[in-house]
């Protein structure tokens, strides 16, 4: 590494241990090392820029919001919310300035990207332990405790070293995500349990379609207005993950042959195959979310809530997480990371933000406020046992780390689906929610005395 240093500070007052290495200066990596830092361990954190800017990236400072200025609902009923109130009350650096630069946006939490960003960069620099290091890191350090927070656009030639520790082709480019939806919002009058020709178990939820209602949605799906592919993303599809809206192009009955194909899927309450189907399939083991399978989709989200909801049996389908593929560099985390964040195979190395399988901003985040932690609890001696699922950053975690994710691993957001599941009959969304809010506060105050943060 190039020792091309900003801000040194003597480190002889109140350093615990040798420097943890931080890779990447954006929100997730900020964040770990705040956490760290406020616990008296010194920092190292490498940020290419401006010796080097990714596509995407464009100024100077630290914690850059790339896309949008807008961190989702603020609102606490939502599980955006959530999220935010528990970083909040486990002092997120992020949240705190967040906080600080709000712009108007009504029911949501927007910044001005500028001054959020500077400010963010300004607070670290205050810090006596703090180093900013203005250089590239082409290969991973082996024997010192790091954090990797490089996020989706990480630089070809570290990439190439992640790689090669993780032992595996466990680093994906492109993520082809499908819609979610809530199970309580499927019209279950409309749609059947089967599998394809009675094989097995009844594992999947059809939604069987007439020819007129399988051609009106395919035309929609031609029509809809999709999403442009950004300047940074080069615009591939691989074939055996097309983007349903492309797949309409390639002719009239492609959709039928291919995720929609509804041979061997007999209805039971009319004894007849119907002319097209989709397939629903269980997201988690409680039930709570099913994804609608081969649906990955360049549809903007209101086109896709509007076409989507054209389907029998989801015409009030709420949507847990929209489709969408893009280009995302992430790991395989279930099969690779423990709770803590550490790689299975060296425990010195630690991920966090986007790079984990999680999609958002708070969602990085909350992952980088949890690789510093947990970097501090190691290096103290400690065993910092993980949030529990009940919250929104424990529900998060456990589904970037549990091994039953494995197989089928796609990024996630923060949704209430992903939360340990609420023991209750159906009752109205609103106060639903408000229930999943208690118990998630509850849960964390609980945790957050039991591991004396």
């Known amino acids: 590494m190039q020792n091309n240093q900003e801000n040194a500070q003597s480190r002889s007052q109140g350093v615990k241990t040798s420097p943890v290495i931080i890779i990447g200066g954006g929100l997730a990596g900020c964040e770990a090392a705040w956490q760290l830092l406020r616990r008296g361990h010194s920092v190292n954190l490498y940020e290419m820029k401006p010796q080097k800017f990714s596509p995407a990236h464009k100024m100077e400072h630290l914690a850059e919001l790339v896309c949008s200025n807008s961190l989702k609902s603020n609102s606490p009923d939502s599980a955006p919310g959530l999220l935010k109130d528990e970083m909040r009350r486990l002092n997120s650096l992020i949240l705190s300035v967040a906080d ?16 959020f960003a500077g400010t963010v960069e300004a607070k670290l620099k205050e810090q006596i332990n703090f ?78 379609l007439t020819e007129e209602e399988y051609k009106r949605f395919r035309q929609e799906l031609l029509d809809g207005e999709k999403v442009p592919a950004k300047a940074f993303e080069e615009v591939r599809h691989f074939e055996g993950c097309l983007p349903i809206e492309v797949l309409a192009i390639r002719g009239e009955d492609t959709l039928a042959f291919g ?22 399939r269980r997201e988690n083991i409680s039930g709570i979310l099913f994804n609608l399978v081969g649906f990955q989709t360049k549809l903007t989200w209101p086109a896709q809530e509007r076409i989507f909801r054209l389907i029998p049996g989801l015409e009030n389908a709420q949507f847990a997480r929209m489709g969408s593929i893009h280009r995302n560099t992430y790991i395989n985390s279930p099969a690779l990371l423990q709770p803590s964040l550490q790689l299975k195979n060296n425990p010195r190395i ?44 424990g529900a998060l975690l456990h589904y970037i780390t549990s091994p039953a994710s494995a197989a089928n691993f796609q990024p996630m957001n923060i949704n209430f689906g992903i939360l340990e599941h609420l023991p209750v009959k159906r009752m109205k969304k609103k106060d639903k929610h408000l229930l999943y809010v208690k118990q998630a506060m509850q849960a964390l105050n609980n945790w957050m005395i039991d591991q004396n943060l």
């Open 100 to 115: 600080q630069t709000a712009v108007a946006a009504g029911s949501a939490l927007a910044v001005d990207r500028t001054v």
């Open 131 to 208: 180093t900013l290091i203005r250089s590239e890191v082409t290969e991973i350090p082996q024997n010192t405790m790091t954090i990797i927070a490089t996020g989706p656009l990480t630089s070809d030639p570290l990439a190439q070293s992640i790689n090669q520790i993780l032992g595996s082709s466990y680093l994906y480019f492109y993520d082809a995500i499908a819609p979610i939806v809530e199970a309580d919002s499927i019209n279950m009058e409309k749609v059947y349990w089967a599998s394809r020709y009675d094989k097995g178990t009844p594992d999947y939820l059809n939604c069987p």
């Open 259 to 280: 995720p929609m194909k509804p041979v061997g899927l007999i209805n039971p309450k009319t004894g007849a195959m119907p002319y097209a189907v989709v397939q629903l």
């Open 350 to 393: 630690l991920f966090a933000g986007q790079i984990t399988g999680v999609e958002g901003y708070m969602e990085s985040t909350a992952m980088g406020l949890l690789a510093g932690l947990n970097a501090a609890a190691i290096l103290e001696g400690k065993n910092l046992q993980p949030p529990p699922p009940a919250t929104a950053i």
